[in-house]
């Protein structure tokens, strides 16, 4: 019995951690980012409408919609027409494009 405790043990020690961190975590707005074309811009308002695919991180099918985003200076390089990939996050209850830069 004291053999079995004892071998039991020693699997248990060399067995690592279910919570270890993965080697190279991806960014989180890096892993989420959605493809989308720019439809219209509501500067004054800080608002984007874009014809956009599947937004994984939301489980959002593709559609035309319109975002808030979360800072006015995200919408001056962009313009209607540009393809782009962005990141949307639900902020207190609002579809906000937090992240967005023209696709290459």
Request: hydrophobic share 50%; charged share 15%.
């Amino acid at each position: 019995m004291k053999k079995l405790i004892l071998v039991i043990a020693i699997a248990l020690t060399s067995v690592p951690p279910v919570h270890a961190a993965p080697a190279t975590p991806a960014t989180p707005a890096a892993s989420a980012m959605s493809d989308g074309v720019v439809r219209k811009i509501d500067a004054p308002n800080g608002k984007i409408t874009l014809k956009h695919g599947p937004i994984a991180n939301l489980d959002m099918p593709g559609m035309t919609m319109v975002f808030r985003v979360q800072s006015p200076a995200l919408l001056k390089s962009l313009k209607p027409g540009d393809a782009v990939k962005f990141h949307a996050e639900s902020i207190d209850g609002a579809l906000t494009v937090t992240a967005i830069q023209v696709a290459k």
